[in-house]
């Protein structure tokens, strides 16, 4: 086969593969082991002598082909640009696997994209695009478990070239296929550009209001229709119905895939690379992340360490010294591939998480360790799973650390949020400003989850989900903070204005029935280990 040589090759693993065995098993159409596969072809281009060359470029040929049915640009001579001044972006082409969930390989892609890095005077406010907050996805996770709602999910295949282009944009031919004296310009929004996602996100939204979808004003993300929800994030689509409304979720279907190449139609199980596991009979899920913390725990440089808690109670500082720059990159990205679990699925990795980020630019040798702490932390606990379903409305926890930061003594705080059994939103970190009590900081620490419960009350709403109960219930594990917020004539004595206003607005709320702030031990509050 052109392009592929006997001999081994290096794998992701690290191991040995012969080459000749990996050609036969793609001809008769086995499907190898993600540890089997030699890595893609970089970015700078398909070399004649990567093993799986044939294959690649036959995945660059179909990609081409989707864009000449597509229509995504228009071939024009060069001097068109260089009349107008016009700049001329480069193209690149990105090769990746794509593997299923058990990590065999499914198909070879290949995809064009034009570099919007290079482009000149384009700012974030014209790029901006909303993407769905994790929190609504856990939110409907939750209504799901509860309610007993089908979960459905869809891919549209090259998603962005739906969408027309607003304005002229060159691109030079991308490599292996270019012609002397020519250009394309861009009819649609291709992959790289910054202004994309954008006006993909723009162009959905308009269709599914098309066909009768009505927005949720405070997620973008999130549309409805006759009982329907629909999620997205850029491309990847979640449809929500219960059982009685299935026909309207099967019209909705169809318009979708009359209108795009869309892809899947089966229960949800992967959503941003988090596993979804059911069980209906018992109407519960669960969201993992077992796959993505194996992964990251390859990062950490000291496996020999293995604790029971993700974080030992000990100072951290900064450092005298200077890091290396690869040890900046390697503790940036442990913090970062931490962050990403501590954000989805592991609220109880939060406040490490956000602790060792304060050592970003200038880690130490304790700082690494401490990351690797969190790191065989969660995967010695990979198996630990968000639950969702069960009878509870909404139960709010909120708690504070008083001036446990030596270094600028200001306060830790941290929050939980519950709905129908399962969290759906939480964090653990270090109050802005510095207060001068215990109460002081709890206060600040209830004002911040009592605007969040307020948001997430709103946005039920929104959705057409009703509590039972009317007003949120906080749990506070200090006594004199409540007293503040519930008694009639309590008053705070500080002098910290900005600790004033979050008191005052607190019993606003509390008047108004909107909030209640209940005494909850300090051995059974939620959010307690969260800011410790």
């Not at 693993?13 to 080459?19: F, I, P, S, V």
């Amino acid at each position: 086969m052109a392009g592929t040589k006997a001999g081994n090759v290096q794998n992701l693993a690290g191991e040995r593969l012969d080459k000749a065995k990996l050609e036969r098993m793609m001809r008769n159409g086995k499907k190898p082991h993600r540890s089997q596969l030699p890595p893609p072809p970089q970015a700078n281009g398909l070399r004649e002598d990567h093993e799986l060359f044939y294959f690649f470029k036959e995945a660059e040929i179909t990609h081409l082909h989707s864009h000449k049915e597509t229509r995504s640009w228009s071939e024009v001579p060069a001097k068109t640009a260089r009349k107008t001044d016009q700049q001329v972006l480069d193209s690149m082409w990105v090769y990746t696997y794509k593997f299923d969930k058990h990590h065999r390989f499914q198909k070879f892609k290949a995809r064009l994209v034009v570099r919007g890095d290079q482009q000149r005077n384009v700012t974030a406010q014209e790029t901006y695009a909303a993407t769905l907050a994790g929190r609504s996805f856990r939110m409907l996770v939750s209504i799901a478990a509860r309610f007993d709602l089908e979960l459905k999910q869809y891919d549209v295949s090259n998603a962005f070239v739906n969408a027309d282009i607003d304005r002229t944009v060159y691109m030079r031919m991308p490599p292996g296929y270019r012609k002397q004296g020519t250009i394309l310009q861009l009819n649609k929004a291709l992959y790289g550009l910054r202004i994309s996602p954008l006006l993909w996100q723009r162009h959905f939204t308009a269709f599914l209001l098309e066909i009768g979808f009505s927005p949720v004003p405070h997620e973008p993300c999130c549309m409805i229709r006759d009982g329907v929800f629909i999620f997205f994030y850029v491309d990847d689509i979640i449809l929500a119905s219960s059982k009685r409304h299935a026909e309207v979720a099967r019209k909705v279907e169809e318009e979708l895939k009359q209108r795009y190449n869309l892809t899947g139609g089966k229960d949800l199980q992967w959503f941003l690379g988090v596993e979804v596991i059911r069980d209906r009979e018992k109407r519960k899920i669960w969201l993992s992340q077992k796959a993505y913390v194996e992964k990251i725990a390859r990062l950490a440089t000291n496996k020999d360490q293995r604790h029971n808690t993700p974080m030992a109670r000990v100072e951290l500082v900064a450092r005298e010294g200077l890091a290396t720059p690869g040890e900046i990159n390697l503790y940036q990205r442990k913090i970062g591939s931490l962050l990403f679990a501590a954000v989805n699925t592991r609220p109880d990795v939060a406040f490490p998480v956000s602790r060792l980020a304060r050592f970003l630019t200038n880690p130490g040798p304790l700082h690494q360790e401490a990351a690797d702490r969190v790191l065989l932390y969660l995967e010695s606990t990979k198996l630990l799973s968000l639950s969702f379903g069960g009878d509870d409305q909404l139960v709010v926890a909120s708690d504070a650390s008083f001036a446990d930061n030596t270094a600028d003594r200001k306060s830790s705080q941290g929050y939980v949020i519950k709905l129908f059994g399962g969290l759906i939103a939480w964090r653990a970190n270090k109050q802005d400003t510095i207060t001068t009590s215990t109460t002081e900081a709890e206060l600040l620490a209830l004002s911040q989850v009592a605007k969040e419960s307020m948001f997430v009350r709103m946005l039920l709403e929104e959705l057409r989900v009703e509590l039972t109960e009317k007003t949120i219930t906080i749990q506070c594990d200090n006594t004199q903070t409540i007293r503040l917020i519930n008694e009639e004539i309590s008053q705070l004595t500080t002098k910290l204005r900005h600790v004033d206003i979050h008191n005052h607005w607190l019993r606003q709320e509390a008047k108004r029935k909107s909030i209640r702030v209940v005494y909850v031990p300090s051995g059974e509050m939620l959010a307690d280990h969260r800011c410790q």
